[in-house]
């Protein structure tokens, strides 16, 4: 789906004002993600349809194109966290260790510093976008914040338990072998 002239327009003057006109905008066929921000690739993706979907089922009183450019502010967020990098190689580290010895007793610490470390990565994308975006869009900003977090929120907590169950069934099939 095409976007409009006017949001194309919105969306360079959002990437100028950060100085981040080198960063790739594409088009994304995941349905998963409205928008998500690749580190290893320096792109943002997004998908339309979960775009329009997300606002429509959550934010009936915010228009597309303003909606888009909240979503965008906050992935812009995660660009400018310059803390992301670091944050996500301590994840992969501790996926790593737990990984070597899933059933270490350190790992319910490691799962909550990697349940941390997803939750401050949203806090402070959507804390830069709230610095970068339009006066004008900072009310409908704070309701999507809102709900992202709580959101994230939940999907870590969620997360960290699908992960500790994982490896308590692998610890009681390999108790159950002997």
Known sequence: MKLSAELEKRIQECLIKVNLTDIELKASDEEHYEMSYNLNEHSINYNVKTLKNDLKEDFEDINFEDYFIIILCHEIGHVLDENLEKNHNHTMSLLDKIQQNPFAKINKKFLNDIKNN????????????????DESMKKDLNKVMEKSLKDAIETANMEMELMTLKIRNAKFELENLS
Do not use: G, T
């Open 118 to 133: 997803l939750i401050q990565n949203e806090k402070n994308a959507w804390f830069i976008a709230s610095e970068i975006i």
